[in-house]
C-alpha cells in the first residue's frame, strides 16, 4: 500500500530525514516510534502528502505522488488519506455529523451517500445517538473517534495518525486503540501511527524505530 525508497528532507541546515525507505502491506497497523526530534512526524507528513520530500520516491496504492500536480495531489490526499491528529481539530460550529460529512462534500461527492456512509460510520464507532451533537457537547474520547470517521468517510487506501491518543486519559486512549484494529478486521484498513505509546506499538503488527532521521529497527 505505501512504498517510500530513500527519502530525504531538510529545513534549512538541518537534515530530518536521512534517507528513508519502508514498505506498508494493505491492511496492516504500523505504529512508528522514536524520541522527540527522530523525523516521525516528519515521515508521517510526507508520507500524507501534506509535505514534499526533498528527494526519494513515495507510491501510495501504486501511485507515485511526486509526479502528482497540485491540483491532483490535493485530489489524491481527499480521496486516498484519512488523517488522525492528537488534537481532533473538529469544526466547532458543526455537528458531529456534519464534521463527519465534511471531506466527502469538500471532494464533491453524492450528498446522499456521503450522509448514509457518515451516518454507518458514526453508528459503527458507538456514536449512533451522537451525531447531532457539537464537539463542546462530546467527551474527548467521544471528539477522537468523530475525527477518526471523519478520516474514513472518503474510504480512503490510508489512515494516518498523529499521536492520535496523546491527549486522552486512560480509558479513552485503550478504547481508541482497539478502535484501530477493529478498523483493520472489518474494513481492511492500512494504519500508519505515529506514537510514543508503548503499549499501543506493542499491540501493532509492526513497529519501526526511528532515530536521528533513520529506521534502525
Known amino acids: 500500500m505505501i512504498e ?3 527519502v530525504h528532507k531538510s529545513y534549512g541546515s538541518l537534515e530530518v530525514l536521512k534517507g528513508v525507505s519502508l514498505t506498508v502491506c494493505r491492511g496492516e497497523v504500523v505504529c512508528i516510534v522514536g524520541a522527540s526530534g527522530a523525523g516521525k512526524t516528519t515521515l508521517l507528513q510526507i508520507l500524507g502528502t501534506l509535505s514534499a ?10 501511485i507515485p505522488v511526486e509526479r502528482l500536480s497540485d491540483r ?4 489524491f490526499r481527499n480521496r486516498r488519506i484519512g488523517f488522525v491528529f492528537q488534537f481532533h481539530h473538529l469544526l466547532p460550529e ?3 455529523f456534519e464534521n463527519v460529512c465534511m471531506p466527502g462534500y469538500i471532494g464533491r461527492r453524492d450528498r446522499v451517500e456521503v450522509e448514509k456512509q457518515a451516518r454507518e460510520l458514526l453508528l459503527m464507532l458507538g456514536l449512533g445517538s451522537r451525531g447531532h451533537h457539537k464537539p463542546a457537547e462530546l467527551s474527548g474520547g467521544e ?10 468517510v472518503n474510504s480512503p487506501s490510508v489512515l494516518l495518525a498523529d499521536e492520535p491518543s496523546g491527549n486522552l486519559d486512560s480509558k479513552n486512549r485503550e478504547e481508541i486503540h482497539r478502535l484501530f484494529f477493529e478498523l483493520r478486521d472489518r474494513l481492511g484498513q492500512t494504519v500508519v501511527i505515529v506514537t510514543h505509546d508503548d503499549g499501543l506499538a506493542e ?15
Not at 520530500?53 to 501504486?62: E, L, P, Q, V, W
Not at 499491540?203 to 529497527?217: E, F, H, Q, T, Y
Open 4 to 6: 517510500a525508497a530513500d
Open 53 to 62: 520530500a526533498d528527494s526519494g520516491r513515495i507510491r501510495i496504492d501504486g
Open 72 to 75: 491532483e495531489l490535493s485530489d
Open 94 to 96: 458543526f455537528t458531529a
Open 143 to 152: 471528539q477522537q473517534r468523530v475525527a477518526i470517521a471523519r478520516a474514513l
Open 203 to 217: 499491540m501493532s503488527d509492526r513497529k519501526i524505530v526511528m532515530s536521528d532521521g533513520l529506521i534502525i529497527a
